[in-house]
Every structure is written in structure tokens, then in C-alpha cells.
């Protein structure tokens, strides 16, 4: 199994609103990362989880907030956001946080997400 | 700061043509350079690999080359299909974990049937 599951795949919200992105991986990797990435625009980083550790990309607001109930979870909990953050959601996995040996990241399919 | 970037933004040809994707970089320092293919709406996928020690990759109808001094790659592919149709990004790994990862903008290409 060499995917990255990523629930839903398309959330609209309104700014009030509390949701949940979900993300699975079932590789044995040892780091999740969260990116978001807006139309026509390359992938930018938002978190990063491996072993038990959580760096945050010091941009991300706090409306933004991972969760990673296990190893092969990480989850985004998403609260009064704004219409700008408005992108498409990716999840990736690798096998080691490191990745100069050459260690290749898999991507989920996204959630494309709409901020009312 | 490693700055990736990618010419053309946009590629329209016909099916059948052989064609090149560039990637320049700024800093030469890297550890391995990616290229990911990336349909609309969708996540990246990882073609080619190429570490900062090697000159070229292979997979089927795409080769990667990579001159570090330079700080330029290039993606050929061949005899190309309509299934190509997507947008190519290359990314260059510098060193500190995923931070270290710099994509660039990516090239939106066409093959017309």
C-alpha cells in the first residue's frame, strides 16, 4: 500500500465554522506534513510530524492546529478561518523526516477547500 | 535562500513531439532535485529522482538530467500523449528536513490529441 489517504475531498465552509481534515498513511513512514497550495502556485509547508514531534512552519496561523492521534495519522483541525485560506489541502508522508538519502515524499489527493 | 524556477510556465504541443521541461536553481548546494507531476486539483506525484551526485534518471518515456554546477535540470520526455497533460513541478532538496524542500512553480502542459 503505497498511499496517502485524505478525507474529504472537497469541504465548503462558512468562517464560523469548526471542521476537520483527515489524513492516513499505512506505509510505515515516520513523518506527516500538512502543505496547503493555492491555484497556479507551488506547495507551501505547514507542519511537519515525526517521532512524537511537531514543527510548525511559524507563518501558519493558529486557526490552523494538527493533530496526531497516531503514526499513521495526522489530522487538521480548522477553526474561523477566511476566505483567503481558500487552497488545496495536501497531506504527504516519507519514511524518514530526513530526506537527503533520497527519500521521496507521497502525496494524498487533497482537500480542495472553500472559505464562505 | 534556494529560489527554484521553471520555463516555460505553460507548454502547448501536438501529440507525438518530443519535448524538454526546464528547472534552474539558485544555490548549488543541494542533496537531490524531484520532479512531480501534478493534475489539476489533485496531489503530486513523484516521477524522477536525482541525487546531487548523479547526472541522469530514467523512467520509460522521461529522463531526468541534472547539472548541479549549473544549478539546471531538465525533463525530457518523449513521443508525448495526451495523458501527459498536467502540470510538472521540480523541487530541489537542500538539507534540514522538509524546510528544506523548494518547489518550484511548475509547468502547465498540453498535448492536443
Known amino acids: 500500500d503505497t498511499e496517502v489517504t485524505q478525507t474529504p475531498k472537497h469541504l465548503v465552509m462558512g468562517m464560523t465554522n469548526k471542521k476537520s481534515l483527515k489524513c492516513e498513511q499505512h506505509m510505515g513512514h515516520r513523518a506527516m506534513y500538512w502543505y496547503k497550495q493555492k491555484a497556479k502556485k507551488p506547495p507551501e509547508l505547514m507542519f511537519v510530524y515525526s517521532y512524537e514531534k511537531l514543527s510548525i512552519n511559524e507563518s501558519v496561523p493558529s486557526r490552523f492546529s494538527p493533530e496526531c492521534p497516531n503514526s499513521s495519522l495526522l489530522n487538521l483541525h480548522l477553526h474561523a478561518l477566511q476566505p483567503e485560506d481558500s487552497a488545496l489541502y495536501l497531506c504527504?508522508?516519507?519514511?524518514?523526516?530526513?530526506?537527503?538519502?533520497?527519500?521521496?515524499?507521497?502525496f494524498g489527493s487533497g482537500t480542495q477547500l472553500s472559505v464562505l | 535562500k534556494q529560489e527554484v524556477t521553471q520555463i516555460p510556465a505553460a507548454l502547448s504541443v501536438p501529440e507525438g513531439e518530443n519535448l524538454v521541461l526546464n528547472c534552474s536553481f539558485t544555490?548549488?548546494?543541494?542533496?537531490?532535485l524531484q520532479w512531480f507531476r501534478q493534475d489539476p486539483g489533485k496531489g503530486l506525484t513523484s516521477l524522477l529522482l536525482i541525487q546531487s551526485s548523479q547526472r541522469e534518471q530514467t523512467s520509460g518515456r522521461l529522463n531526468a538530467s541534472l547539472d548541479k554546477s549549473s544549478g539546471r535540470s531538465t525533463l525530457y520526455i518523449a513521443a508525448s500523449q495526451p495523458g501527459d497533460s498536467a502540470t510538472y513541478l521540480c523541487a530541489v532538496y537542500s538539507g534540514g528536513g522538509a524546510d528544506g524542500l523548494t518547489f518550484g512553480k511548475g509547468t502547465h502542459l498540453i498535448i492536443q490529441p
Open positions: 504527504a508522508s516519507s519514511q524518514d523526516p530526513v530526506l537527503r538519502a533520497g527519500e521521496k515524499l507521497f
Open positions: 544555490d548549488s548546494a543541494i542533496y537531490n
